[in-house]
């Protein structure tokens, strides 16, 4: 039971890195986009639009343009988008069989279900915030796409696209590749697995100092959603704290979940 318990949370811990990963790779790909226009291109992440722009010509009078180890580069990284893509996917499929092995022994709903309530109401209220964030990042994607294209001058258009951009990555840029029909379900199925690891990361990271839990009177929830205060387990006390990180465009709104042993 152990092993399968650090076996995932090792591998939730791997698909965090992992979307780091990829919000490098897609600031970087930006800078390449925004440098390669400077020079007077007007491209974008789209594969098929670098690979045009490497000529320039027809015939016996094609040849590559000044940019063109430039578009490489741009192609490149789009590559190194997808294959961290993939990965991320790989490392979901590691953790849900992690997830399936522990599900053997202890069926998770079972286990959440011994936390205190007011765990389980913080839980609760953390999902139906992270669906209102989701659908709130979609909204306002499309409406700054449609205000940054609508610019007229060239040279304003490419700035307004350039801070549009950088604006959005991540979690809502992955959101928006679904089709609107598919779109709630998918939400849905983020939000609901936001709070499964919120709560299991809970679960772990608690009992690994307190053992079961006995005692949360001293928890309390704060006016920005966190969790904080002394429980007391069957082999000692803890200090939780919460903290609220991203909710931004690129970055989807979580809980960094800190544990602090009483001695």
Known sequence: MEKVKVGYQK??????KQKGTIERHEKALTKMIDKLNKTGLD??????VLQAAKFSGEGEARKATPQYWDLCSAVGKMEDIKNAQKKL????????GWYDKLSK???QQAVFAELP?????????YRKRVIGWLMEGVENYFADLKKAE???DPTE??????KFRLGYGGTISRLVTFPSYERPTEVERLALRQKNDLLAMMVYRVTEETGKLTDASGLHIGSNGEINGLVVGEKGSAVIETILAGGYNIQCLHFRVLVKPVK
């Not at 491209?43 to 098929?48: G, L, S, W, Y």
């Not at 996917?89 to 849900?96: C, L, M, N, V």
């Not at 258009?157 to 350039?162: G, Q, T, V």
Request: aromatic letters at 4%; a negative charge; zero cysteines.
């Open 89 to 96: 996917k790989e490392r979901e499929a590691i953790a849900d």
């Open 150 to 152: 609508a610019v007229e």
């Open 157 to 162: 258009r490419r700035a307004a696209l350039k």
């Open 11 to 16: 591998a939730l811990e791997a698909i965090e």
């Open 117 to 125: 309530q007011i765990i389980l109401d913080w839980a609760e209220a």
């Open 43 to 48: 491209v974008t992440a789209d594969v098929d």
């Open 105 to 107: 022994y202890e069926k």
